[in-house]
């Protein structure tokens, strides 16, 4: 839960670094609020914005978070753009999203 916070009070910080475990942990914690949400928003119709906020107030913390964990996996921030290219794009992106820490000199962490 406490990656999920710090992902939220880090939001506009592209300078640090995110470990493996905090970057996957606030992923799943936001996956499971929108599932949360989508639900709720299915059930009444009045709250089906929830859902729509939710995914928009999620676009710099997430963006924040991954160019962090990148960061922290050795790789540049420009490799988020991966993400545009459809399919092969978002699957080269996961595979270095899940690469380990490395040191400031390109060390891996053991």
Do not use: Q
């Not at 107030?57 to 050795?74: H, K, M, T, Y």
């Not at 540049?76 to 459809?86: A, T």
């Amino acid at each position: 839960m406490t990656e999920y916070i710090n992902m939220w009070k880090n939001y506009v910080n592209f300078s640090d670094r995110t470990n493996l475990r905090g970057y996957w942990m606030a992923f799943l914690l936001n996956f499971v609020a929108g599932v949360i949400l989508g639900i709720i928003a299915a059930s009444a119709a009045s709250l089906s914005f929830l859902s729509s906020v939710y995914a928009v107030a999620l676009l710099l913390p997430g963006l924040g978070i991954a160019v962090r964990r990148l960061r922290d996996a050795g790789k540049k921030w420009y490799n988020i753009f991966w993400s545009f290219l459809p399919l092969i794009g978002l699957i080269i992106l996961i595979v270095l999203l899940c690469k380990p820490s490395v040191e400031e000199d390109g060390v891996p962490v053991v």
